[in-house]
């Protein structure tokens, strides 16, 4: 079992960046693959970005060229470094991890933070 802990979120005004961690803990050398997902309110959860083991990651369109996924190994520890945050960026941010980046893509991770709050201000 993987327990994970997000933390950094809060309000920021439209520009400003915000730096999200993600702590596992547990049954850490199952994860393969670790992802942020973000919800806003009446709206779909969505896939964000993702890493692997390795270091390769992907990004949703809305993410490319402002966020930036990236992991401490040692620290078993996952960021999610958010720039020029936009309002429609507010959301619930999830961390979630898999032994599978298959199921990280597909949105069916087996391990779920309890989530942090994100909040842009125009």
């Known amino acids: 079992q993987v327990q994970l802990v997000e933390s950094g979120g809060g309000l920021v005004q439209a520009g400003g960046s915000l730096r999200l961690s993600c702590a596992a803990s547990?049954?850490?050398?199952?994860?393969?693959?670790l992802g942020w997902y973000r919800q806003a309110p009446g709206k779909q959860r969505e896939l964000v970005a993702s890493?692997?083991?390795?270091?390769?990651?992907n990004y949703a369109d809305s993410a490319k060229g402002r966020f930036t996924i990236s992991r401490d190994n040692a620290k078993n520890t996952v960021y999610l470094h958010m720039n020029s945050l936009k309002p429609e960026d507010t959301a619930v941010y999830y961390c979630?991890?898999?032994?599978?980046?298959?199921?990280?893509?597909?949105?069916?991770?087996?391990?779920w933070g309890q989530g942090t709050q994100v909040t842009v201000s125009s």
């Open positions: 547990g049954s850490i050398f199952s994860i393969n693959a």
């Open positions: 890493i692997t083991r390795g270091g390769s990651t």
């Open positions: 979630a991890a898999d032994s599978s980046h298959n199921l990280i893509m597909a949105g069916r991770p087996r391990s």
